[in-house]
């Protein structure tokens, strides 16, 4: 799809990890793949102008949560994760889905971008608030992708330097995270070409689609 990586990452690695290492382990897939969205979309320098407001929110509330919620319950956050997630496919999928114009566009960024750096500060994941916020303005699909990998490259930064400061990063977590570089660029690989050969209407389903389950298996995931 484009975005999604920490969740779907996260969603499947806690059967098996502590939710803290399974965070850690994707930080450096999540940097680098989106690194590479960025250098294969293109115009970084417009997309980070036009999104600055978000990105600013997002790091700030990332660089925050990540040390505050050090010792939060992993049933709370993932409940809450899950909560979100379910909540974008609602209003994303309904005539009540939110509409944001050029006008509330500052503010609604600013705000977004702090819930998305609460959640991302938490949990590493803050898709749900930047899928509700772009679907909210309309982009097209291709600026989605750009969109997302911008500000999802951005806002992992200081979710990196969190985890490092924090003795998460271990020698063992990097060469596993390292390896995880490979099915990475696979599947991204996969999906890209997958999205050129879609239609909008489509690439929407498949979004909201693919939420639904990662949502619904991370509330499961809570309460079982």
Do not use: C
Request: hydrophobic share 55%.
């Amino acid at each position: 799809m484009g975005l999604g990586l920490p969740a779907a990452a996260i969603g499947l690695m806690t059967f098996f990890l502590d939710p803290r290492q399974a965070i850690a382990m994707i930080i450096l897939p999540m940097v680098v793949m989106n690194g590479w969205q960025i250098w294969r979309s293109g115009q970084v320098f417009k997309t980070f102008q036009q999104y600055q407001y978000f990105i600013a929110a997002l790091m700030v509330g990332v660089t925050v949560l990540v040390f505050t919620s050090a010792q939060a319950s992993n049933r709370i956050l993932t409940a809450a994760m899950g909560g979100v997630i379910i909540l974008f496919v609602i209003t994303s999928a309904t005539r009540f889905a939110l509409k944001i114009n050029d006008l509330q566009d500052r503010r609604a960024q600013i705000t977004f971008g702090g819930l998305a750096g609460i959640i991302g500060g938490l949990t590493s994941i803050w898709t749900p608030p930047l899928a509700i916020y772009l679907h909210a303005r309309g982009v097209t699909k291709d600026n989605f992708v750009r969109a997302t990998g911008v500000i999802i490259f951005m806002g992992s930064l200081p979710l990196a330097v969190g985890y490092a400061q924090l003795g998460h990063l271990t020698s063992p977590v990097l060469m596993t995270s390292l390896a995880m570089l490979v099915p990475a660029f696979i599947g991204f690989s996969a999906g890209e070409m997958i999205r050129h050969r879609i239609s909008e209407a489509a690439f929407r389903r498949v979004l909201l689609v693919a939420f639904l389950a990662i949502g619904l298996n991370l509330l499961r995931q809570a309460f079982t």
